[in-house]
């Protein structure tokens, strides 16, 4: 029997915690548990899929939960952006756990219910973000996600998982209590509501230099967008366990950071408001530093996952360049970068992790030719790289096009620039890894220490990832259909 729209999306918020549950139940069967987890992500991306037609049939179904006050509620509402994220996060949700269940296994890791408890709830809190009705919702379920994923970055439980975890949440709580709250509190009072709304609720109820004071405290109270100087937890989280990394920077928290900059931008500043303000045109300065600095750090990096990490703080700002351009079509290139960079990234993460679990190397100086003993995961890292610089035929070269098309229809020369620049840095940064991994002769110490691929849950999870990657460049329609119908509703 088909659910009903309203159904589906009660349903995609709760799953999740049943199945934490379900995990928590079957704690001293690790068979049975982890096969909970898979079932509880592929239930939700049924349940999230399940709403794909209405939306691209127009509908926007709707479901309230409690009404505080006027204009002030817990509610939720499918609209185009939500169904991309939500689709994202159920969709790599079971290729997730499916990894995790080989990397944890592989690593030992200790802590393995917890871990996967944390999981459920930061999907369920990553679903609630996408389907938010209103900032108040978003809020809430945005601090959820900051508090779930937290357990998971100090998962080792060393002086440096604590030291990190203390700056995760430091600077996610920071700037979401000191900058993003007010923003909200703000806005319901000009406003009257918290309402996403098309075209905005915005327009004729600030001016100038308090509008361009409000998308500052939007812009940086966003602190999972990244834009730099609030950016310094992603790196610092890299202590996590790689399926961790592959949540914060693919899955759910860094996207969600970048998907509430696109849907304030859109849903309660307008694009056409922000088009007419010359106050609001800062983010495109600040984005750009973001992208260019980060390349440039990323850079002077050995360690993968650090230059893994640094790269994702450039990628994120893009999106937020893609709105800050203030073209239709580069807001569309802005949504779509949130899916291309979700399966590139997750890819050369999950890569990472593949060569840590099978070779226990961690620099990129000690990849000479361990592409010839693991050809599937550095095939696999390979196809994310290149979706990273934005080459066909990989998915991030037609969010990076769309991006591109929009700066030149809005005469942006800086964004034009910096999209241009950043992406040789990107190549300068990833290409040597490729070059070295297939064609340069492996260490004397590397050759004594024979080694083949990780075990082949992990191998199976990144072969899928990769292949999104390469399917999203070929057959981009659905994707593509959702952003259009964000900025042209």
């Known amino acids: 029997m088909m659910l009903s729209p309203e159904t589906a999306i009660l349903a995609s918020l709760f799953l999740p915690l049943a199945g934490g549950v379900g995990v928590l139940l079957t704690s001293n069967r690790p068979n049975l548990r982890e096969a909970v987890t898979i079932v509880t992500s592929l239930l939700l991306l049924i349940s999230v899929f399940s709403l794909l037609p209405t939306i691209l049939d127009g509908g926007r179904p709707a479901v309230?939960?409690?009404?505080?006050?006027?204009?002030?509620?817990?509610?939720?509402?499918?609209?185009?952006?939500g169904m991309l994220f939500a689709g994202i996060a159920s969709l790599l949700w079971p290729i997730n756990s499916l990894y995790s269940i080989g990397y944890i296994r592989a690593n030992n890791e200790k802590h393995q219910t917890r871990f996967y408890i944390c999981f459920t709830i930061a999907l369920s809190a990553a679903v609630g973000i996408a389907f938010s009705a209103n900032l108040l919702t978003l809020f809430i379920f945005y601090e959820m996600l900051t508090l779930s994923t937290y357990p998971l970055v100090t998962h080792?439980?060393?002086?440096?998982?604590?030291?990190?975890?203390?700056?995760?949440?430091?600077?996610?709580?920071?700037?979401?209590?000191?900058?993003?709250?007010?923003?909200?509190?703000?806005?319901?009072?000009?406003a009257g509501t918290t309402d996403f709304t098309a075209g905005g609720i915005l327009d004729g109820k600030l001016q100038d230099a308090l509008l361009g004071l409000m998308l500052l405290l939007y812009m940086f109270g966003i602190g999972k967008a990244a834009l730099m100087p609030f950016h310094r937890w992603l790196p610092a989280a890299m202590v996590a366990p790689t399926p961790v990394s592959a949540?914060?920077?693919?899955?759910?928290?860094?996207?969600?950071?970048?998907?509430?900059?696109?849907?304030?931008?859109?849903?309660?500043?307008?694009?056409?408001?922000l088009q007419a303000q010359p106050w609001t045109h800062w983010l495109l300065y600040a984005a750009g530093f973001t992208i260019i600095t980060a390349s440039l750090i990323a850079l002077r990096q050995d360690n993968l996952k650090r230059r893994l990490a640094y790269s994702t703080i450039s990628q994120l700002s893009y999106v937020i360049l893609g709105v800050a351009i203030l073209a239709p079509i580069s807001a569309m290139g802005a949504a779509l970068h949130i899916a291309a960079h979700a399966f590139g990234k997750i890819t050369l993460f999950f890569a990472a992790g593949s060569i840590y679990t099978a070779a226990h190397k961690t620099e990129i100086s000690q990849l000479d030719g361990i592409g010839k003993r693991m050809p599937w995961t550095m095939g696999a890292f390979a196809i994310g790289a290149l979706?990273?610089?934005?080459?066909?035929?990989?998915?991030?070269?037609?969010?990076?096009?769309?991006?591109l098309m929009g700066a030149f229809e809005a005469d942006q020369i800086v964004a034009i620039g910096v999209i241009i620049l950043s992406t040789l840095l990107n190549a300068?940064?990833?290409?040597?890894?490729?070059?070295?991994?297939?064609?340069?002769?492996?260490?004397?110490?590397?050759?004594?220490?024979p080694h083949g691929e990780a075990p082949l849950p992990i191998v199976l999870a990144l072969s899928a990832t990769a292949a999104l990657t390469l399917l999203l460049f070929l057959f981009p329609q659905v994707p593509l259909e959702l952003a259009r119908e964000v900025v042209q509703p």
């Open 64 to 81: 309230t939960l409690v009404e505080m006050l006027p204009g002030l509620s817990i509610a939720f509402k499918v609209e185009p952006l």
């Open 156 to 190: 080792k439980g060393t002086d440096d998982a604590m030291t990190a975890g203390r700056t995760y949440l430091g600077i996610l709580i920071g700037t979401s209590i000191g900058l993003l709250m007010p923003a909200i509190i703000w806005t319901w009072s000009v």
């Open 247 to 273: 949540l914060l920077h693919a899955v759910a928290v860094v996207k969600a950071g970048v998907f509430s900059v696109v849907k304030i931008a859109v849903y309660i500043f307008g694009i056409d408001l």
């Open 387 to 403: 979706s990273m610089i934005g080459v066909p035929p990989a998915a991030g070269f037609i969010s990076k096009w769309y991006m």
């Open 428 to 449: 300068a940064y990833f290409i040597p890894i490729i070059y070295a991994a297939f064609f340069k002769q492996e260490s004397t110490e590397s050759a004594q220490h």
